[in-house]
């Protein structure tokens, strides 16, 4: 089972909005609405963003939000702030018997 | 509130076992998937495998098949994950996390267990 795919590195100002993907195929992201995202500062455990696509838990600020097309899934942080400067992963459920796979990671940089 | 605490760093030889915990408090042990995942230093997540506490039922990555094993102790709300035959590769840090279906959340704080001869 391959990590899915996400960009090394997004970057933007305070206020913007970005966009994080991750590609996978229709045995993981693409077959199943169980994608769900990870916040994880230096140091810390990861911390779930969202789930089953596009469900924040509660606390999570409604600048974070999650969608899906066909393989790839899409985590959008909108109006940019300093303390989301971490990195990010994506995870989903696989048909395989290894039942869920995370992305490659993205480290987001607020300039 | 709804937490993990996991045990203490370990350094271990190459070739040996190691045995990491997992206290659940908070919420019913009992409901939800425990799930463990590791993370080497500088790298991505890597999802090792889950139990559910309730039935004791265990599912691994293929990866880890055959090196891994997943317990529990409902009666003090722990969770254990056995790793043997220990190589210099699997000096991470080793995350349990509860969840259900398609998400993991809370996370414990992590446990670094460093093998070296």
């Known amino acids: 089972q391959s990590a899915l795919t996400q960009p090394a590195s997004v970057s933007g100002s305070p206020g913007q909005s970005i966009t994080i993907s991750c590609t996978g195929t229709?045995?993981?992201?693409?077959?199943?609405?169980?994608v769900s995202w990870y916040q994880q500062h230096p140091g810390k455990a990861p911390k779930l963003m969202i789930y089953?696509?596009?469900n924040r838990p509660s606390g999570v600020p409604d600048r974070f939000s999650g969608s899906k097309s066909g393989n790839t899934a899409s985590l959008t942080i909108s109006g940019l702030q300093a303390e989301d400067e971490a990195d990010y992963y994506c995870?989903?459920?696989?048909?395989?018997?290894?039942?869920?796979?995370f992305g490659t990671g993205t480290k987001v940089t607020v300039l | 509130q709804v937490q993990l605490v996991q045990s203490g760093a370990e350094v271990k030889k190459p070739g040996a076992s190691v045995k990491v915990s997992c206290k659940a408090s908070?919420?019913?042990?009992?409901?939800?998937?425990i799930n463990w995942v590791r993370q080497a230093t500088g790298q991505g997540l890597e999802w090792m495998g889950w139990?559910?506490?309730?039935?004791?039922?265990?599912g691994y990555a293929q990866k880890f098949q055959g090196r891994v094993t997943m317990t529990r102790n409902t009666s003090i709300s722990t969770a254990y994950m056995e790793l043997s035959s220990l190589r210099s590769e699997d000096t991470a840090v080793y995350y349990c996390?509860?969840?259900?279906?398609?998400?993991?959340?809370?996370w414990g704080q992590g446990t670094l267990v460093t093998v070296s001869s």
């Open positions: 908070g919420y019913t042990f009992t409901s939800y998937d």
């Open positions: 089953e696509v596009s």
């Open positions: 139990m559910n506490p309730n039935s004791g039922n265990t």
């Open positions: 996390a509860s969840g259900f279906t398609g998400w993991f959340d809370p």
């Open positions: 995870s989903s459920y696989t048909s395989s018997s290894t039942l869920y796979v």
């Open positions: 229709s045995s993981d992201v693409g077959g199943y609405n169980y």
